[in-house]
């Protein structure tokens, strides 16, 4: 009896101990799931919470008023479109002092980098001509307002389609699309704007009406001078006094003037393609230091029969820009010494302005397989020349520097014909 009473005794002990165990591996096995229904609600939480922004684009016929002030001036894109490229929709962005951006709980997500040579504009006769139209006008706002006058003709094809927009066009000229008036004139459009949760709905809003372009122009000029309220410096990124180059200003927009992230690099594109930095110097200025006008940026060797971006090619373009003339198959840049020989032009190792300079390779950071050919911008009374040069820093980059009087007589000098 004893032992019966005992072996039962111990199965009740041993029964009631293995009661918790059960109850804590099912409260286990219910958690993750718990998990995922709260992930899946932050997950919905966050997609509800993030909004789209959209820049207003006058989308109905407009009305003209002088009489009655419109509402407090911002600046919009008017986002049309531009003929045979994609244009991108902007805006100022400011900022209220009171305004509280959420940021989303954070997820693990995968960046994939926007590959930047993938954007492209081909010439086209439509830009051209608009290029031509305001080139002047910017040329000149650009050097009064220390800003960059490519940089200003670049935003000015993107905002107004080349000038295609109905609000850039007679007799409105207005080609950034800035909200407003101008000395009490303005147009009214129908514009979208944004509701704050990605819903578009449409309003009437003025726009700012200038006489001519020139005032546009200058009207702008004065948004990236003065910035905007309460930030006077908001723009002094895009100031030539705070800027080794356009590039820098074109950078100093994204994100400020644009949302848009490859703004900048759209804007560098429509700068290389139609030569804008023509525009951003003086009217037949001279290189400083140099006996010539700057750098055109043209590509004449239309065939690339020189390697794009290389020093051969640069050298090619740099003479036809000046008016001189070198063959499209010098080869490589130690070679025009000989290849200049054998065809009749004049060789020598005298510097002379004007000239190509052959580097023997691997003499003066010349490449070591193939040397290297540079122009001679000025020769100094003391025997040293100011060169520019190609991809002597960069691919398809153009500098400049001063071979002292003793190494320059180690060069080729070959006289365009």
């Not at 919905?44 to 002030?69: G, K, L, M, V, Y």
């Not at 198959?329 to 032009?345: A, E, F, H, L």
């Not at 122009?375 to 960069?394: K, P, Q, R, T, W």
Request: hydrophobic share 30%; net charge negative; proline share 6%.
């Amino acid at each position: 009896m004893k032992k019966k009473t005992l072996s039962l005794l111990l199965a009740t002990v041993l029964l009631s101990s293995g009661l918790p165990l059960t109850t804590f591996a099912e409260e286990v096995q219910q958690t993750p799931q718990e998990s995922s229904e709260q992930a899946q609600e932050v997950e919905t939480s966050t997609s509800e919470s993030i909004t789209q922004e959209s820049s207003s684009q006058p989308i109905a016929p407009p009305t003209e008023s002088t009489q009655e002030r419109p509402p407090i001036e911002t600046t919009e894109s008017s986002n049309e479109t531009i003929p045979s490229v994609d244009p991108i929709p902007s805006e100022v962005v400011e900022a209220s002092p009171t305004e509280v951006i959420q940021e989303a709980p954070p997820v693990n997500e995968v960046t994939i980098p926007v590959e930047t040579a993938a954007i492209h504009f081909e010439k086209n006769t439509t830009t051209e001509e608009f290029v031509d139209r305001i080139g002047e006008s910017a040329r000149s706002v650009g050097q009064e307002k220390d800003l960059f006058a490519s940089v200003m003709i670049a935003q000015a094809i993107l905002e107004s389609g080349s000038g295609g927009s109905d609000l850039s066009q007679e007799p409105y000229n207005n080609l950034f699309g800035i909200k407003g008036d101008y000395e009490g004139q303005f147009v009214t459009f129908g514009t979208q704007e944004d509701d704050g949760l990605g819903n578009l709905y449409q309003v009437q809003a003025a726009f700012r009406k200038y006489p001519t372009v020139k005032e546009s122009l200058e009207d702008y000029s004065k948004l990236l001078t003065d910035g905007i309220d309460g930030s006077p410096l908001f723009y002094q990124g895009t100031w030539k006094s705070h800027s080794e180059s356009y590039k820098n200003a074109t950078e100093a927009l994204t994100g400020t003037y644009a949302t848009d992230i490859q703004y900048g690099e759209k804007l560098n594109e429509l700068i290389q393609t139609y030569n804008l930095t023509q525009y951003d110097h003086t009217k037949g200025e001279i290189v400083p230091g140099g006996d010539f006008e700057p750098y055109n940026n043209v590509n004449y060797d239309t065939g690339n029969s020189y390697a794009w971006g290389n020093c051969t090619q640069y050298v090619y373009n740099r003479i036809t820009q000046l008016g001189g003339h070198v063959d499209l198959n010098m080869g490589n840049g130690q070679d025009w010494g000989y290849t200049g020989v054998s065809r009749g032009y004049e060789v020598s190792n005298t510097p002379k302005a004007g000239t190509a300079v052959s580097f023997p390779a691997g003499v003066l950071g010349a490449d070591p397989a193939y040397g290297h050919v540079a122009f001679v911008e000025h020769v100094h009374e003391d025997g040293s020349i100011l060169i520019s040069e190609m991809n002597a820093v960069g691919l398809g980059v153009v500098s400049t520097r001063t071979i002292t009087a003793g190494f320059g007589g180690m060069l080729t000098y070959v006289t365009p014909k």
